[in-house]
């Protein structure tokens, strides 16, 4: 498995440009078989997820070709079988937007149970809600998914609990479904709207996207579209609480800061400097860091992606900081592996009591997850001394030539591969 060695201590400056919203681009890849003509996507970030969710496609039948960086042209008309490959999907959590997007363009579908849980439960009880509102069966059975419509006729889903995923299928399964749809407690992520604007360059009628209510005209066809994907908000953050947890002074380009609103009022208020711009913040500290209490919560509430890195920071404010984690039940793994580099947080359920040690020093650690391994390198630019970071493969699924931008901001961080490896694990996310 291959490693990151960083020799801490070194505050982060200069410019760091974002890239393509991981979150986005995943519903966004699946999607474009609902058109009836290639497509055309631009800033698709440079990522595990999107490799495997390219590979899907063209394992399925499409034409899928890089046409530069960032750039690929997807033609999906040749694709005819709704059963997604099982070894490729049940690697990647996302693989279940091929549910939606199979079942509303081919009204059947046949793909792998989402993958574990490391996050803590996550099943799918309100996608399957969603698409029998629409008129499909859903059954279970040796690890796959199976759903069957005879017609897809648009109706009204109310959500349980607002859910990403399931709000993203309910569109994919609808956008050509016979009929008007309303989806009601909708969560309201900018990749939701982004996924909503893709859909509409092809010709869908969608409305709502980014409120809690959003209604969907069915369409005949989808034509092609040529599209750009918004920048990633929890990349964006994560340099931000970087540049913060170093003492730095860093511009972060190509974001959206209205995505950012919910992180840049948390860190002004614990004493960063937050300087707004039209694309792009800039972060820098002049003085001591103080606590604060984080609550994950949907959009436009602190995300939940943003919590390990945050109470990271954390660590290196002074006073005690709750954290509470209120979307997943199992997101505080990555605590042990802070402890380890001098972290003194106690954990109770969903609430993690920070104190604020002042300083990590460096230490060997595993990411156990993709934000968890973001955490990681976080601590281990802010520490003392050197610390080895294993398994960041679970890193690279989200995080665009990390390593590079890093360095390119000052940090000492190296790529080291190791020889023999256990079986490469991908966790859901
Ligand atoms: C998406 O996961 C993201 N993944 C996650 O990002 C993100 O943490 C999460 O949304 C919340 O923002 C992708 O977009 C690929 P949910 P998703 O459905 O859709 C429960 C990352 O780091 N729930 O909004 O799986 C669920 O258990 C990853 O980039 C049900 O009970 O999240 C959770 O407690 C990690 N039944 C809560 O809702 C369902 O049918 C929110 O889950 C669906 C969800």
Do not use: W
Not at 39 to 60: F, T
Not at 104 to 127: S, T
Not at 146 to 159: P, T
């Amino acid at each position: 498995m291959d490693k990151f060695i960083i020799k801490g201590g070194t505050p982060l400056k200069g410019e760091v440009t974002i890239s393509g919203a991981k979150n986005a681009v995943v519903a966004e890849i699946p999607a474009v078989i609902l058109a009836d003509e290639p497509c055309v996507l631009e800033n698709v970030p440079d990522i595990a997820d999107v490799s495997i969710s390219l590979r899907i496609l063209y394992e399925m039948g499409a034409d899928v070709n890089k046409l530069g960086d960032g750039v690929y042209r997807i033609d999906a008309t040749k694709i005819k079988d709704s059963i997604v490959p099982y070894e490729l999907a049940r690697h990647m959590r996302a693989s279940y937007y091929f549910l939606g997007t199979l079942l509303g363009k081919f009204h059947r579908a046949r793909v792998a149970m989402p993958g574990g849980c490391y996050l803590g439960d996550r099943p799918i009880d309100q996608h399957l809600k969603a698409f029998s509102a629409l008129g499909a069966d859903c059954s279970l059975d040796n690890g796959m998914v199976d759903i069957n419509a005879d017609m897809l006729i648009g109706s009204q889903i109310y959500f349980d609990k607002i859910t990403v995923g399931g709000t993203i299928n309910a569109i994919l399964a609808s956008v050509k479904a016979t009929g008007l749809t309303i989806i009601e407690n909708a969560a309201k992520e900018p990749h939701i709207v982004d996924l909503a604007n893709f859909l509409n360059s092809m010709g869908a009628d969608i409305m709502g996207a980014g409120t809690d209510v959003i209604k969907i005209r069915g369409v005949k066809h989808l034509k092609g579209t040529q599209y750009a994907i918004i920048p990633d908000q929890i990349e964006a953050g994560t340099y931000m609480v970087a540049a913060a947890a170093t003492k730095g002074d860093v511009l972060i380009k190509n974001v959206i800061p209205k995505h950012l609103e919910s992180i840049t009022q948390k860190l002004a208020k614990i004493g960063v400097n937050v300087e707004e711009y039209d694309d792009s913040v800039r972060i820098s500290v002049d003085g001591p860091l103080v606590k604060t209490s984080i609550k994950t919560m949907p959009h436009p509430g602190f995300p939940t992606d943003m919590q390990p890195q945050f109470s990271t920071l954390l660590c290196l404010a002074e006073g005690t900081s709750i954290v509470t984690e209120d979307i997943f039940n199992n997101r505080f793994r990555y605590v042990d592996e802070l402890r380890r580099m001098g972290a003194d947080i106690s954990v109770e359920g969903r609430v993690a009591v920070i104190e604020g040690v002042g300083k990590f020093s460096g230490a060997p650690v595993t990411a156990p997850d993709l934000r968890a391994g973001a955490a990681l390198v976080i601590a281990g630019l802010a520490a003392s001394g050197v610390t080895e970071i294993d398994d960041i493969y679970h890193i690279e699924r989200g995080y665009e030539n990390i390593e590079q931008k890093l360095r390119s901001l000052g940090a000492d961080i190296i790529k080291k591969s190791v020889p023999g490896s256990s079986v490469r694990k991908i966790e859901a996310g």
